[in-house]
């Protein structure tokens, strides 16, 4: 099987790759083909997934031979007979998110990657390249499965059906890690429950965790020791958790503790993005420099980058930070999930996993067309949603006005018109005036001309 990864010069992609190496079975990945728009990354990317394969064959039995890598900046090349797309771009690179960010920070607003304005201006120039890459797919490997990583991954994945229909799957290891972290500190096993979990990407709650047939979710929310276990019962405190009767995927906290959490990133030294900027830059720059390291740079880069995450929310009042878990700094879940959903397709091997699709009425108050994040059973057919209960009015009502905005960004990306982006931004939750809306894009087209001066 051929697997295309596009962004193939992104930091992630040896947590994919790793996994490839793990995976002996029969229909397995046995070519993948890094595709980039830059060449410096990819030689870097190419250098550290050598290294890693050399590591695997030296270490205990593995009986299947690794895949090759090959590189490349043609994007029709990469795609022509490809099985399976995994979309991971991040189009404006980290220069574009730190623009995200620090624009939305200084009109004193939320400035975050994917949530509030910043997802609203990322989304407008990533959905171009979206459009663009998906009518390449159609012509070039029309019965590809195409797994959407890129950011933000909810719209984009909506944005890529319009062309290519339902076999554009969005996934997001961040409702997988909360349903983890809760089956654990229940002490069991994932494997062994049943989740219930609806919403949109970046935008959802575990509503029940259900072992045989009997919901265990009140006995975490009654149990103090439990939730203080799970970093949800950090950020959010149990007090809120039992207030909603639900766990909210993380990224709702900057819904819940909105002027907290701008408080919070405003007082940090550099933005989420500006820290990553000089981390990244660093890394490849080193990792040229002195090949020989490669992997043991990448792989000391990595538990930084995941040790960090979400730091901010950390912090406590006398300055030091409560550590993050050690599972979650070891991460696993965004190469687990797409390793898993791609395993059921191709192998015809059923799973339910939590993705982003095409809701169908699963989340019922919102278009049929609407791409959602809920459980859904995978086998050779892709994924279909499974029912799950219905949100409560506070919820559905968030989850309707933010898609809302997605369709406007959508919109707004695909016609180029600037009333739309306009529109987009003002009917944000996160963004409290029309006035700032117009000042939000007026602020992109300053920065970013590339991507924003031809909103007409
Ligand atoms: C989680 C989210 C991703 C997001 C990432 C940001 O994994 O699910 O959608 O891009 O966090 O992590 P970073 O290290 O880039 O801040
Ligand atoms: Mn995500």
Known sequence: MKLVILGGGGFRVPLVHGALLRDTADRRVTEVVLHDTDLARLDVMRRVLAAQAAQAADGPGLPAAPPTVTATTDLDAALAGADFVFSAMRVGGLEGRTADERIALDLGLLGQETTGPGGVGYGLRTVPVALDVATRIREL?????????????????????????????????????????????????LDDLEIDYAGLNHLGWLTALRRDGRDLLPDLLADETALAAIEEGHLFGPDWLRTLGSLPNEYLYYYYFTRDAIGQITAAPQTRGEYLLDQQAAFYAGVAGAPDEAWQRWDAVRRERNATYMQETRETDDGEAHERAEADVEGGGYEGVALALMAAIARDEPARLILN???????????????????????????????????????????????AVDELVIRAAAEQSRSLAVEAFALHPLVDSVTVARQLVTAYERRLPDFYASLG
């Open 141 to 189: 490997a029309p019965d590809a499965w195409v797994i959407n990583f890129t950011n933000p991954a909810g719209l984009v994945t909506q944005a890529m059906q319009s062309v290519l229909g339902d076999r554009v799957v969005g996934i997001c290891d961040s409702p997988l890690g909360l349903a983890k972290r809760a089956a654990g500190a229940l002490g069991h096993d």
């Open 357 to 403: 699709v095409r809701g169908g009425g699963a989340v019922a108050g919102l278009p049929d067309d609407a791409v959602v994040e809920v459980p859904c059973r995978v086998d050779a057919r892709g994924p279909v949603p499974v029912a799950v209960s219905p949100l409560p009015g506070h919820a559905l009502g968030l989850v309707q006005q933010v898609k």
